[in-house]
């Protein structure tokens, strides 16, 4: 019997995402049934669908406990991609600090809690500001030093509000070089891509679902390579349907920005064949459970 695949999107992403379509022909190419359904559909029968692939459920940052119990739900009658302990983990940037002390080369980062005095972080010459549950740039900002008052009221809207706040350096050298992507599927390196940089001095953060990104293919350097695969080789959870890792550029070597395991863009468009090796991945998951 052909296997059933649900593509977890929501309406406000699914003409925003650019990977769903590739994905989508690709996995019925590998004799799979799609079928794109939207995560807080309440009409939704999760248990008619094999497996649930977490594709653009871009809003959960702003509704991230009912994000949370729908992915219990899910995974309670069908099996959840990436599974329900790496959304809980990877969607709170608290990660990070976890990464950091089994010694991943993360960027420097500084966590101010509900409760903390909004400017309990070091006076750093350029910084971001950045809420700990957040994506595509949204709610994030870039300060300098003199607009340290600015950043502490941005801290304070934040943990006011009972969300935490991630306070990092600005590394400069992205300003030149971008940001590099690394994408992972079960485990193996498949592309990586170029991010221009985003954050500009003086700029709103976006209001929209994600800020627009400047993308093109890219070869990872030695250092990068070794250092996304480091990453993905330390996770506790064995090999992941896809994982995204995020890098910049520093002096002292490149450095995680990002780990990107719930609903990252994964760019098939900058590299052939990406699109089928993923649907590759979830056709081989499904033979090994039969």
């Not at 990104?213 to 350097?221: D, G, H, M, N, V």
């Amino acid at each position: 019997m052909q296997k059933r695949l649900a593509l977890a999107s929501v309406a406000a992403a699914r003409d925003l995402d650019e990977d769903l379509a590739p994905l989508d022909a690709a996995l019925r190419d590998a004799g799979i049934q799609t079928h794109t359904v939207d995560w807080d559909d309440a009409d939704a029968d999760w248990s008619r669908f094999d497996a649930v692939l977490l594709r653009s459920t871009w809003d959960y940052t702003e509704r991230l406990p009912e994000f949370l119990a729908w992915c219990e739900r899910v995974s309670a009658v069908s099996t959840l991609l990436n599974p329900l302990d790496v959304v809980r983990w990877n969607t709170d940037k608290h990660y990070l600090r976890d990464l950091a002390a089994r010694g991943i080369a993360t960027v420097e980062s500084h966590f101010v809690e509900p409760g903390d005095a909004p400017d309990a972080f070091p006076a750093f010459p350029e910084f971001v500001v950045k809420p700990v549950v957040g994506a595509g740039s949204r709610d994030t900002q870039r300060y300098v030093h003199g607009q340290r008052e600015n950043a502490v009221a941005h801290v304070r809207r934040l943990i006011e509000a009972g969300r935490s706040a991630l306070v990092q350096p600005y590394l400069s050298d992205v300003d030149s070089a971008g940001e590099t992507a690394l994408v992972y599927f079960d485990g193996v390196y498949s592309h990586a891509i170029r991010k221009s940089p985003l954050l500009r001095l003086g700029e709103d953060p976006t209001s929209a679902l994600f800020a627009p990104e400047e993308i093109t293919a890219r070869s990872p350097s030695t250092e990068e390579r070794a250092l996304a695969d480091r990453i993905i080789a330390s996770l506790p959870f064995g090999p992941l349907s896809y994982a995204r890792v995020d890098l910049l550029p520093s002096p002292s070597g490149p450095k995680l920005l990002e780990l990107e395991l719930t609903e990252p863009s994964l760019f098939f468009h900058t590299a052939e064949g990406a699109a089928a090796r993923l649907a590759d991945v979830v056709a081989y998951r499904f033979q090994r459970e039969k």
